[in-house]
């Protein structure tokens, strides 16, 4: 008589546990610098930008490709549209509720926005000391961005009460990515395109300011080309859609640059007010 013997291969559960080994709580947190958490915390908003990015691009290529499927037809066209557009405003959302955090604690914009002089100074120093740059121009670039996530980190009633347009779209966005049902359905919320292209232009601008300083070694065209290949990647999609870039009328780096290297007041009023216009999104 003839035995069949069955073995079960356990070799996924067993590299499984190694893993939560591995991941399971040693000690107590690590304890960041304030320059340590300074640098982190915008390197996050850097990586976040080029996520939201061509997120957008996506999400306006779903939306407005309206009954159309894009290149894919019939019933998958429809459901690779509806995925397509939930992920890529969740990915919007998400990116910018992270970015301007308005936690007192940890990486998150409100902290970001706490740091002192002496603490800019501190990154400032180490900005220059690998992008070429000067300690004065790195500090300059930086005392812009506290500003910003001065006015922009703050809880939703606030920036919904009293802030201005950027502000007020970042609440918009935030709520949708704070909400529990955004996470649940497809159903409209209180924002808009251009909301989104605001908001996702404003995170691009402070990507590039971060990039120049903290990933100099990248080409200073690195969002213009990430911009260009993520709309020709949706219109690949959805050929439907508007042809129209967010950064088609102006450089990206030379226009971020001059944010900063204008002084705190006008720098801001730019990203805060007058980036829709400058982009001819409005």
């Not at 740091?115 to 300690?135: F, K, M």
């Not at 402070?206 to 990933?215: A, M, Q």
Request: proline share 4%; charged share 20%.
């Amino acid at each position: 008589m003839a035995k069949i013997i069955l073995t079960v291969d356990r070799s996924a559960e067993h590299v499984l546990a190694e893993r939560a080994e591995r991941l399971k709580p040693s000690g107590p947190p690590m304890q960041l610098n304030p320059l340590e958490r300074a640098v982190h915390f915008l390197r996050g908003v850097n990586s976040r930008a080029t996520m939201a990015l061509p997120a957008f691009y996506l999400f306006h290529g779903a939306k407005a490709s309206g009954e159309h499927t894009g290149m894919i037809q019939g019933y998958p066209g429809v459901v690779l549209k509806h995925v397509i557009e939930f992920s890529s405003i969740s990915t919007i959302s998400l990116s910018c509720r992270k970015a301007f955090d308005h936690g007192a604690s940890g990486l998150t914009g409100a902290n970001f926005a706490k740091n002192s002089d002496e603490t800019l100074t501190a990154v400032a120093e180490y900005w220059a000391s690998s992008s070429g740059r000067s300690v004065d121009e790195a500090f300059t670039a930086l005392y812009l961005l506290r500003a910003i996530f001065k006015d922009c980190a703050k809880t939703d009633t606030a920036l919904l009460n009293a802030a201005a347009p950027l502000g007020r779209r970042i609440a918009l966005l935030k709520q949708h990515a704070n909400r529990s049902a955004a996470h649940l359905s497809l159903e409209s919320y209180e924002f808009s395109t251009l909301d989104c292209a605001h908001v996702v232009a404003a995170l691009t601008m402070l990507g590039e300011v971060i990039r120049s300083f903290d990933n100099s070694h990248e080409q200073p065209t690195y969002f213009d080309t990430l911009d260009e290949a993520s709309l020709s990647a949706a219109r690949q999609l959805f050929p439907s859609m508007p042809d129209m870039r967010l950064f088609a009328n102006i450089k990206i780096e030379m226009q971020a640059r001059l944010c900063w290297q204008w002084g705190g007041e006008r720098g801001r009023q730019m990203l805060l007010e007058q980036l829709p216009y400058a982009i001819g999104w409005f």
